[in-house]
T-cell receptor, first 116, second 114 residues
């Protein structure tokens, strides 16, 4: 185990549903990330939070809404998704966002999302 | 932005043989190059990384080499074992204070045949 947990592990939702993904890290890290992993495409960075503040939004559609209440928890709120949003959503954390050991990212197991 | 290309997309080797996965990057400012291993049903796990101030790094059976001039880096796994079977991802980033955006390759599915 990497110390990063994600729930749920699998989620099926309709296009009109609202759901949330949860990530929790037990590593004492200060930075957290959301990534999208689609088949045959590189992992795509979605959002970065450092000390609860969003520092990166990689042009993500507004139907994805992140929330970081503290350095240990990260949520991704989903609403009115499209079938092409079906993917594995990965959470990661790091001690910081600068170089060296600070920036080494540790990933959770992901949430497999299917939008019907 | 950075563009990372990874080859091959699939690789099969006999147990005990070596495996090499290669990546190229486009941004000469990139200075951090991690490699991740992703097993079925799990998230990517960092297995080794290299920074631009060194050309090679080893950790037991795995090694990574970096050629900054040519902008490419490689993962070498020696004496492969069935448990090495997984998808491997390379990544590159330019790490400055306040930024740590990793740009990933598309992955290599390694199969080690017993």
């Amino acid at each position: 185990e990497t110390g990063v947990t994600q729930t749920p592990r699998h989620l099926v939702m309709g296009m009109t549903n609202k759901k949330s993904l949860k990530c929790e890290q037990h590593l004492g890290h200060n930075a957290m990330y959301w990534y999208k992993q689609s088949a045959k495409k590189p992992l795509e960075l979605m959002f970065v939070y450092n000390f609860k503040e969003q520092t990166e939004n990689n042009s993500v559609p507004s139907r994805f809404s992140p929330e970081c209440p503290n350095s240990s928890h990260l949520f991704l709120h989903l609403h009115t998704l499209q079938p092409e949003d079906s993917a594995l959503y990965l959470c990661a954390s790091s001690l910081g966002t600068s170089g060296g050991v600070m920036g080494e990212q540790y990933f959770g197991p992901g949430t497999r999302l299917t939008v019907t | 932005g950075e563009n990372v290309e990874q080859h091959p997309s699939t690789l099969s080797v006999q147990e005990g043989d070596s495996a090499v996965i290669k990546c190229t990057y486009s941004d000469s400012a990139s200075n951090y190059f991690p490699w991740y291993k992703q097993e079925l049903g799990k998230g990517p796990q960092l297995i080794i990384d290299i920074r631009s101030n060194v050309g090679e790094k080893k950790d037991q059976r795995i090694a990574v080499t970096l050629n900054k001039t040519a902008k490419h880096f490689s993962l070498h796994i020696t004496e492969t074992q069935p448990e090495d079977s997984a998808v491997y991802f390379c990544a590159a980033s330019f790490t400055v204070t306040g930024a740590n955006n990793l740009f990933f390759g598309t992955g290599t599915r390694l199969t080690v045949i017993p």
